[in-house]
């Protein structure tokens, strides 16, 4: 199969800036859903053979996600979302921070801003994410652009099954 749609990965490093902008071949209101909700969030946003187990989600501004990538072995990697501003369909931001199983959270973390559109049933979304410390950045990096990566798949498959 043949795709066509947009996927771009970039990285700045002066501003310590991750930008991704995806095209989804499905509707704003299915793909919106599937970054807001944490039954579909589990599904997707592990690389595999990695899952993802959400302990709680409350998606409404000042509500948190906590989390876990947790691998084959059973090993468990937390991390703490709160959500920052909502506009329902169009755009969120959260702040994302590593954490311990407890949600104690790490000192630096990343902002994360979220804008959904569509055009001719194909929804376009860019995701900027504002490191707060080059460090940890550049830590993370490699794992986290392969580990993005791989879950966009993730992601691809789901709605094409969603959709049917």
């Known amino acids: 199969m043949e795709n066509n749609l947009?996927?771009?990965?970039?990285?700045?490093k002066t501003t310590k800036t991750v930008l991704i902008i995806r095209e989804f071949n499905a509707p704003q209101a299915l793909v919106w859903e599937a970054f807001t909700n944490a039954e579909l969030l589990d599904q997707w946003v592990a690389?595999?053979?990695?899952?993802?187990?959400?302990?709680?989600m409350e998606f409404k501004e000042g509500g948190k996600r906590f989390y876990a990538m947790v691998s084959p072995e059973g090993d468990e990697r937390w991390a703490l979302q709160e959500y920052k501003t909502i506009r329902p369909k169009t755009y969120f931001k959260m702040y994302n921070a590593f954490a311990d199983k407890d949600g104690i959270t790490e000192p630096t973390g990343s902002e994360w801003e979220y804008t959904f559109s569509?055009?001719?049933?194909?929804?376009?979304?860019?995701?900027?994410?504002?490191?707060?410390s080059l460090e940890r950045l550049e830590r993370i990096l490699d794992g986290f652009t392969i580990?993005?990566?791989?879950?966009?798949?993730?992601?691809?498959?789901?709605?094409?099954s969603l959709s049917k």
């Open 6 to 12: 947009l996927f771009e990965f970039t990285l700045d």
């Open 47 to 56: 690389p595999k053979p990695f899952t993802s187990r959400t302990k709680y």
């Open 118 to 132: 569509e055009q001719n049933g194909i929804t376009k979304v860019t995701i900027s994410i504002y490191n707060e």
């Open 147 to 160: 580990g993005m990566k791989m879950s966009l798949v993730n992601l691809d498959e789901l709605l094409a």
